[in-house]
């Protein structure tokens, strides 16, 4: 099932439940029609309200900039890695066969293996990095006899440091998952949200429930929009891997 599926059926369920809470309530407890309504109502319902804003925004912040950071990431380990692989055509012809072989086994490894396990949340394993142990291995084991070799190598080692550095910040983003204290108070503030609403009374009865199916539906896009942001490598609006597939096609 697609993200975008799985995202329309919670918005649906979400404002079905919103419907059935306000009829269940309407049936249960009837509003009579000298009932006072009482003015801490509103000012609850306002602050509660306000509340929940408050953690929706800190929620969307923080996955938000994990996956900028998960982008920037992504991008600078590709960049290096095409750029260790270009550098490779200036070494003797038998080193340049070793080196972009390496650097192509790398990112192959990359996008068939590690991608669809961040993407699951499974733990990544240490053969990405054996893999590119041996694309540094086959240029310090490079003939760089002369004085051009020798500048080559230099800018390789500089680029392989960049790639090993930004795969450490993926592999970080991979693991970062925002606390679940934060996922209680988003759960419960759209819950205490959505339920306060059902204390008022509109005479239009229809209207009542269609603006409380909107809310509840709205909130459970939001949480669900969050949710799938949380992993930044989520299949969908999460991170591919189309900056390898550019260069190691």
Do not use: C
């Amino acid at each position: 099932m697609s993200n975008l599926v799985s995202g329309l059926i919670v918005v649906a369920v979400a404002g079905l439940i919103g419907a059935i809470g306000l009829v269940v309530r309407v049936r249960v407890f009837p509003a009579k029609e000298d009932e006072e309504r009482e003015d801490v109502a509103g000012y609850v319902t306002m602050m509660v309200g306000v509340m929940f804003a408050l953690i929706l925004a800190l929620a969307l912040v923080s996955v938000w900039e994990d996956r900028d950071s998960a982008e920037g990431h992504v991008a600078t380990e590709a960049s290096s890695l095409h750029e260790t692989y270009l550098l490779g055509a200036a070494m003797l012809p038998a080193d340049q066969a070793k080196i972009q072989a390496a650097a192509t086994a790398y990112a192959d490894y990359v996008e068939h293996t590690e991608w669809p396990a961040m993407r699951s949340g499974k733990e990544i394993g240490d053969t990405g990095w054996q893999l590119l142990t041996n694309l540094r291995t086959a240029f310090l084991n490079a003939d760089v006899t002369t004085q051009a070799r020798q500048a080559v190598l230099s800018d390789a080692t500089t680029q392989i440091s960049n790639l090993a550095d930004a795969r450490r910040g993926r592999l970080d983003d991979a693991d970062k998952r925002m606390p679940s204290i934060l996922w209680v108070g988003l759960v419960l503030g759209g819950v205490l949200t959505v339920g306060l609403t059902f204390i008022y009374g509109i005479e239009q009865r229809f209207t009542h429930v269609g603006m409380v199916m909107g809310l509840a539906a709205l909130i459970g896009f939001v949480l669900i929009l969050i949710y799938d942001l949380d992993n930044p490598f989520n299949q969908g609006i999460g991170i591919d891997s189309a900056p390898f597939d550019r260069y190691f096609p």
